[in-house]
């Protein structure tokens, strides 16, 4: 309860700048799957970065530095604000300008105030670099990934905008808006192997569903997590805003599990996973999903297991993981690395120390038999 007090306003806060990052990405990702791929660049490393990825971070760097002007704001994010200094970047700071001016000209419509003037580009740039916090052990540090399943979201499919905020080392909010991630579960096609072609078709933005994204939140230590439906055409945010509670699956048996992954084999080792599976008893084809809507999906029951090996050499991300972590926790379900610790988050923008992969399942049973078959598994494998 202590806590509920302490986090009140962070929480309230990011639950509704997250609401607000969701809307400035279904119209970036309406104007991208309808059009053409103007807005989307590559970046050094080749992964794609797109106008919504900056505007994001400078909304949300620029809500929260207002939100919160008595103090020292630290935000860890994704985007550094090199690539779009870049002279041939120039034509894409004119569309972040207007596509964030655009938003926050809205931003009463979720509780926040407008800027006086709209913001010019030195301002964008100032908002996109003032995110350069490295974490570590001590202090309040945001973490943001404003867009999450990059590639999800060029292709018009799943991702997701995630912020947590960790304090002392410790996770202690986290907020994840899946703008197509259907409120209701009906709307997803589970035996289909090719979840996430499935999934494309609901974000049709012609259909009804394109609407039906959701915000899922939670505090740590609460026992709780929460997911609210977006907002539309002119409506206010409004807490609790239809607020609906979450909880995992209750499924402890493997030959009823469903496990979700990346789609990307370059991101985890697909056949790895399989016979990890397999040798569970595991029957379901795995349901693959870009971002971390793969945590949305175990915290709400969606399916009962997950599982990321990446390749040796990469290393995972803190704003990768926050803010499901604590979602899939207090909606009951269990987290840690291949070696079954927590994830640590106090060592800076790595999670650190890392046995071997991150998985994820909806209780402890499912869980302990996880460990165990990534145990007998992992030494015939080549990883
Ligand atoms: N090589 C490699 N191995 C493992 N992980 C990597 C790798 N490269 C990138 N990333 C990070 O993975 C994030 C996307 O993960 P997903 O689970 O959504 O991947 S997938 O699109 O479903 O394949 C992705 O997040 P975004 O960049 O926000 O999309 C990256 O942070
Ligand atoms: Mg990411």
Same mark, same amino acid.
């Given at each position: ?219 740590? &230590?609460?026992? +709780?997590?929460? *997911?609210?439906?977006?907002?539309? /055409?002119? =409506?206010?945010?409004? $807490?609790?805003?239809? !607020? ?56 709400? &029951?969606?399916? +009962?297991?997950? *599982?990321?090996?990446?390749?040796? /050499?990469? =290393?995972?991300?803190? $704003?990768?993981?926050? !803010? ?60």
């Amino acid at each position: 309860m202590e806590n509920g007090k302490k986090y009140a306003k962070e929480l309230d806060v990011a639950v509704r700048v997250v609401h607000m990052a969701c809307s400035l990405c279904q119209r970036v990702q309406a104007g991208l799957v309808n059009q053409s791929t103007d807005h989307v660049k590559s970046k050094d490393d080749n992964s794609l970065v797109t106008v919504a990825d900056w505007s994001v971070q400078a909304t949300v760097s620029w809500i929260l530095s207002e939100s919160f002007r008595d103090q020292n704001v630290l935000i860890i994010a994704e985007e550094d604000v090199n690539t779009l200094s870049e002279a041939d970047s120039a034509g894409l700071l004119t569309p972040v300008t207007n596509t964030v001016n655009e938003i926050l000209a809205e931003a009463s419509k979720y509780g926040f105030q407008s800027p006086k003037e709209a913001l010019g580009g030195a301002q964008i740039l100032e908002a996109i670099s003032r995110c350069n916090s490295t974490g570590g052990p001590t202090g309040r540090h945001w973490v943001l990934d404003p867009v999450d399943g990059t590639l999800g979201f060029v292709r018009g499919d799943q991702y997701a905008i995630a912020l947590a905020l960790i304090e002392e080392g410790n996770v202690v909010i986290g907020v994840l808006g899946c703008p197509n991630y259907p409120m209701k579960k009906e709307l997803l096609n589970h035996h289909h192997h090719k979840y996430s072609q499935s999934m494309s078709k609901l974000s049709d933005p012609t259909s009804h569903t394109w609407e039906k994204g959701c915000v899922m939140y939670a505090q740590s &230590g609460s026992g +709780e997590a929460w *997911m609210q439906p977006l907002i539309h /055409g002119n =409506k206010k945010f409004e $807490w609790p805003n239809s !607020a609906e509670k979450i909880q995992v699956s209750s499924i402890d048996d493997p030959e009823l599990a469903t496990f979700c992954e990346p789609v990307e084999k370059a991101n985890s080792n697909h056949a790895f996973t399989a016979g990890v599976a397999y040798s569970m008893g595991v029957k379901n084809q795995p349901l693959r999903v870009h971002s971390m809507v793969k945590y949305a999906a175990i915290a709400r &029951g969606d399916a +009962e297991i997950f *599982m990321k090996f990446a390749s040796s /050499g990469y =290393k995972e991300k803190i $704003w990768d993981h926050a !803010a499901g972590v604590v979602i899939v926790e207090e909606a009951g379900g269990v987290v840690t690395d291949a070696g079954g610790r927590p994830l640590d988050f106090s060592r800076g923008v790595y999670l650190e120390g890392l046995d071997r992969g991150i998985i994820a399942c909806s209780g402890p049973s499912l869980h302990d038999k996880l460990i165990g078959a990534v145990y007998a598994s992992w030494d015939s494998s080549n990883l």
